[in-house]
DNA sequence: GCGTAAAGTTGCGTGCACGCAAGTTTACTG
DNA sequence: CAGTAAACTTGCGTGCACGCAACTTTACGC
């Protein structure tokens, strides 16, 4: 959706600001209406009349209920881990630069933050929403990464972007997964293999290192 | 879903055959209905009257109108994918294995398929589910490529097998993308960076190579 | 074979996603 | 400053996804 630049700069028009402004009320008032009744007793009516606009326009900012609540904590990370990447010294190998700024996102977890994913937990489909964010790192990500490699290779720095992506996603998934060990048991149904899920740092940094070596090569062919 | 196993042995019980045959009759329906009458002139009542269930039974089924339509086309191409991996001799570089397997069952394209195909292409929420659906080789990828690794990197298996999910997704993109330019201009919004969009091989390939160094990695832990 | 438990199907009801077209606000140009 | 084009919001209508509970079919043990 955004690049790194649309972060630091402020949004120009009156257009925008009202646009943000409304975003965030129906961010705001889906969570805070799914923390006080629980997530299945709100319904798209109340969060836009809470967030004071009509239930038709609430889902021109969100495809779903649970996008609205999940999009609350998330906010704009995805944008603040580009950021984070552009932010390394160019001399820091780039699948370093990356895992650093992709643990340091998912780490900044602040206390209305770590409360609002209890409830995430909860519920499956909140869940399932909240692992869809992860996807969302796509984009800027590769921006950022064909930025350091030549832009040559753009594909490679797609590709190496959906893989992140993936990885964080299977990250997030493994993290939370206690909370549901039906599904594991069934979608793991070929071999019984089970990961002894660990910290959220420790799950992201095990899920991203087997990339590694793609980022290396990748980066060897631009400055040999 | 299913892993390579199941492809080989046929359904034990009479349940099984039946709703493999409904299974069968959906998609079927669905397909000759999106031909006849043009993709957004069919409903999910007509679908599921043409193979002779309630609508509530197809969405059993199903989870949406495209995915019907789309995994008339795929039938069981992940499950083949697998397969086909797993039949290559434990010699090749498991890379080349992947690619291989990947390239060939993407490229068998009958005539009906590919016709199908053209229609697919036609319509945006057509072409997003046939995307979706390379998400869907995850699971078994994962099994046979943590066949192939030592069973206690089952972790690596699953990031690498979701990269290449995510690779084959990027490649299909690419694919069918010349349909709509406008998306890829604005998707792409931070450098106008486009690729050349040769043949499907081609573009699997491509998107795949960036992967082979994590893969050589992660098969060399394993035999050094 | 018979009874029982599990799996699958169906009707019904509810809330929702989304296309469309009309009305309203913002931005841009001379 | 006025006029116009583009962006955004909203009401309305349609089809759909999905939970629930009753009913039917299959599988299994005694």
Do not use: C
């Amino acid at each position: 959706m955004w690049n790194a630049d649309i972060v630091t700069t402020p949004p120009r028009g009156l257009r925008e600001r009202k646009k943000q402004a409304t975003r965030e009320a129906l961010r705001e008032a889906a969570l805070r209406l799914a923390v006080e009744r629980g997530p299945d007793q709100v319904r798209v009516e109340d969060i836009a009349e809470a967030a004071g606009v009509s239930p038709r326009t609430y889902n021109n900012y969100f495809a779903s209920r649970e996008q609205a609540i999940v999009s609350a904590v998330t906010a704009d990370r995805e944008a603040r881990i580009a950021a984070a990447v552009a932010a390394r010294p160019a001399g820091v190998r780039l699948a370093d630069a990356v895992t650093d700024a992709v643990v340091e996102q998912y780490t900044n977890t602040g206390e209305r933050e770590h409360k609002a994913l209890l409830l995430i937990t909860t519920q499956a489909a909140l869940r399932d929403a909240f692992l869809d964010t992860a996807a969302g790192i796509e984009p800027p990500l590769t921006a950022v990464i064909a930025e350091r490699l030549d832009d040559a290779e753009a594909h490679t720095a797609r590709v190496l972007a959906a893989s992140v992506a993936a990885a964080v996603r299977i990250a997030l998934e493994g993290w939370l997964r206690p909370a549901g060990k039906a599904e594991a048991a069934e979608s793991f149904a070929a071999g019984g293999l089970v990961v002894p899920s660990g910290s959220l740092p420790d799950q992201l940094r095990t899920a991203l290192a087997p990339l590694a070596p793609a980022f290396d090569a990748a980066e060897q062919h631009t400055q040999p």
